[in-house]
């Protein structure tokens, strides 16, 4: 039927979805959730029907995208109906009924999910039933290429093409901002791309942001690689994988995280890699609790890159603790920067060479780990990070204490003599993200100690900064309720590890963060 | 912070959304899908959160129905601040990962709902997991508790009362028309709300809005049936389980039910049925497959019964072809009319009887089909009919041809003798919805024949009836290609029932039509 179009001045995200008076949807016969197709001269879109009282009943109701799309404005007439449901629904269904699915069926789902064919609510079925059916190595790797396919990629013109991925986890994981400049400083090309925070208090893209710019075009990544063989970049905005920042929409408010592996690899894929090194950092508090599930999802890892003709290797790291010292934005661009300049922490050091070590071995030199540490002494990693920073438009020259960290300062003492028994890093993060961190760059925590360090009553463990007084305040009341380092004089002397109220507050883990 | 309100005017069919920037979301720290909190004088609402790039920054986007909670305008300043996730979001992801959930934790789930705390994706995870996982019979109560806690209530001051329900699943099904005036007709109070089609070609709303209206108020619902003892009203819009209503919109699109018992249950309690009836039609074609399915499931609508306090005895009925002859709107109410002046289908006079004779044996009399039959031919079941009618705003003096039936006609033939061997329930409710139905009330699908009967070459199998040719041809065009009825001259002589094209064309099942 013919309707004048109502151009609503606001844009849905990206949703595809026009709105009906509950009379147009009965006289075309459709139901909320279900599509039409709207033409306009001759182009043709297909958008997800909501209904609305009391719209006016020869009207439909279009956000910004798809009037875009169809070039339509406010008053001109076109043409609606209806078109039966998307076939890849019936596959989503399939999954939920517990079936495999075949590698068509599973394209046809990616790419309704990008072409914004499928409504929220479907995307969230998908995944639950992905999540909790489990996918077999075929589907994830069929998963992985369809998302490729669906995406940009970059073509840098040379091989091999070297990168690096932690799935995360640890607080203060500065490893990127060493291994990408030794990588590239050893004439390797090493286009790194990573994410901000969104649940935990800083993401790589808001390190290295503190440094220089980060969202640079597919154009300009090419030129700075070309420059210095190397890049740290957000991701985000490339669209190397449209699905997947779809999928991490809905999985942020469910918690869940079944695409992890087709969305790092798939990210991977698009930038050309072909030797990956993966971090999955390992214990108590980390992703990922004993070496047995460390050792299945490496494994995941090998054969699917197999698959995809990326030769992967894993480093199953200590994740017990925080990398490092600092915690938040600029306290670890800053640690990053002095670490390179040879002052850095032993455990962040010693993970930077070590997995900048095993991508070397990969390329064929024997002693990887040495010949980085090599690298990182010689001050060619500084420079190179150095160079990387001038072309992605920083200052080249910039020193550890030209990074400004928050002036609103906290410590936090211990109230007892002994060893540093354990530290909680679910803890640490959120007392860092109260304090005002990743959105606060200057915001978070600086440890004094580490585990297994000697403490007296009354040293410092660890201190609160904040660029705002009241967030100082909200992460010290959180600090002094929640306790998030143990101090004690041997580890079977304190058993008691955290209490868990009957009110419990919800506290989101790091899940998609990648 | 401080945003000006931007009154967008439209409704987003009650879900709870706001608009912001991604400058105002950056600086409120929150992320799509997270919730905040909009103020507004005295009044706070929780709304979900949808960022649009473009979107002026100082400003907050409504829908018209948060907007009118508030009771704001646009340019009036609002105080929006972020709030953590809801707690029931929590649980949901406990059943997605398997557990069992608790009654306080169903509670805050459905008010969430209810109060659209949550998001369609949220709603639809909960939905996938429940269908995956399954629920025990405490969850299920627990749930139908909520669901009955969370809507309104009729009290007709009296009691019993009767009520009846089928899970449906059978095109031409109108025993409803029947029951609830034999019923009535006994002194027994039966308030019978019914739904309207969604995927099916008749609802029991639908074909008695061919009667009488019956988009009634439950103030004018109590007025009915204090005067007739019963009603037949459509039960969409008194929120008698609001949950459910939101649950079938995600539902749909789905295709998956896992909230039958729930849905059926809170209604019945909610109209406070104490004895109920249900039909479960039962064969290939139809919802439950198998008698052994049957008996399950009518065990759990008993023992749910139990814990509501409501009587349940279930009616496990023949469900291998269609009801009755008619199947459409109008062509429905006409044969249910016919048959309760004495001129039925032997199948439709059978089942109504015996379903109205369970009601009947539940409450204490001896031979409830024959009583159920005496009623019927005393004639009292049609003056019942005729009182409802008339109390609902109906004509009470309609005879069945003064209902209009769709005059474009065409006859599908049988090209051999045999019997009828078989009829495809789905096929023949696919042929009506394509000849209009339920949208044109006057289109469906007339049986010449029924199982068993005897056919010659050139005997007419049934007409379809449309209200306008285009639809005609496109019924005719399915009818030919679909073959709904099968003859032959012995069971085991035609062995094929249908085929499966390499092309599947996507075909909903009558899930969550109740």
Redesign the interface.
């Known amino acids: 039927m013919e309707l004048e179009a109502k151009i609503?001045d606001?844009?849905?995200?990206g949703r595809r979805i026009v709105?009906l008076s509950d009379e147009a949807a009965?006289?075309l016969?459709v139901?909320?959730?279900?599509r039409v197709q709207i033409a306009y001269n001759s182009k043709r879109i297909i958008a997800i029907v909501?209904?609305?009282?009391?719209?006016p009943k020869n009207q439909v109701?279009l956000y910004?995208e798809p009037a875009q799309e169809l070039g339509v404005k406010s008053g001109d007439k076109v043409e609606v109906q209806y078109v039966?449901?998307p076939?890849s629904?019936?596959f989503?269904?399939k999954k939920?009924m517990?079936e495999r699915l075949e590698e068509d069926e599973i394209k046809a789902i990616v790419r309704d999910v990008v072409e914004h064919h499928l409504?929220?609510?479907?995307?969230?079925?998908f995944?639950?039933?992905m999540?909790?059916?489990g996918a077999s190595m075929e589907e994830i790797v069929a998963l992985t290429r369809a998302m490729v396919e669906t995406g940009r990629t970059i073509d840098f013109g040379k091989k091999p093409i070297l990168d690096k991925h932690s799935i995360g986890g640890i607080p203060g994981d500065k490893t990127t901002i060493l291994v990408a400049p030794i990588v590239a400083a050893a004439g390797y090309v090493i286009p790194k791309t990573s994410s901000r925070a969104?649940t935990s208090p800083a993401g790589t893209a808001d390190r290295v942001e503190c440094l220089c710019p980060v969202d640079l075009s597919i154009e300009e990544i090419i030129e700075v690689v070309k420059k210095t063989n190397g890049c740290m970049v957000w991701g985000g905005a490339l669209e190397l994988s449209p699905a997947d920042d779809i999928f991490i929409?809905?999985e942020?408010?469910?918690?869940?995280d079944p695409m992890l592996l087709p969305s790092i690899m798939s990210k991977k894929k698009a930038i050309g890699s072909t030797h990956l090194v993966v971090d999955i950092p390992t214990g108590r508090g980390a992703k990922v609790k004993t070496i047995g599930e460390a050792h299945l999802l490496a494994g995941d890892f090998i054969e699917l890159g197999k698959a995809l003709g990326i030769h992967v290797q894993c480093g199953i790291t200590f994740g017990e603790q925080p990398l490092g010292y600092a915690i938040g934005p600029a306290l670890e661009a800053k640690e990053a920067l002095e670490a390179i300049t040879g002052n850095g922490a032993r455990d962040l050091i010693d993970k930077a060479t070590e997995l900048a070590g095993i991508l070397f071995r990969m390329v064929g030199i024997e002693d990887g780990k040495r010949y980085a540490e090599a690298i990182l002494k010689s001050g060619k990693a500084e420079k190179k990070l150095r160079e990387i920073i001038e072309a992605q438009g920083g200052n080249p020259k910039i020193r550890p204490e030209d990074i400004a960290i928050g002036d609103k300062i906290a410590e936090i003492i211990s109230n007892r003599n002994g060893r540093v028994l354990w530290i909680n890093n679910q803890h640490v993060a959120q007392i860092a993200r109260e304090a005002g961190a990743p959105?606060d760059k200057g915001a978070g925590i600086k440890l004094r100690v580490k585990l297994g360090d000697r403490v007296k009553k009354g040293d410092i463990l660890f201190e609160i900064y904040a660029e705002r007084s009241t967030k100082l305040e909200a992460a010290l009341k959180l600090a002094e309720t929640i306790k998030p380092i143990g101090v004690g004089m041997r580890l079977d002397e304190k058993m008691l590890i955290d209490t868990v109220p009957t009110e419990?507050?919800?506290i989101?883990a790091f899940v998609i963060e990648r």
């Open positions: 609503l606001i844009s849905a995200g709105i009965g006289i016969g139901h909320s959730s279900d909501n209904i609305a009282e009391n719209f109701g910004r039966s449901m076939e629904l019936r989503i269904r939920v517990g409504s929220d609510a479907e995307i969230a079925a995944l639950t039933a999540h909790i059916r969104v929409q809905v942020y408010a469910l918690g869940i959105k419990i507050k919800h989101k």
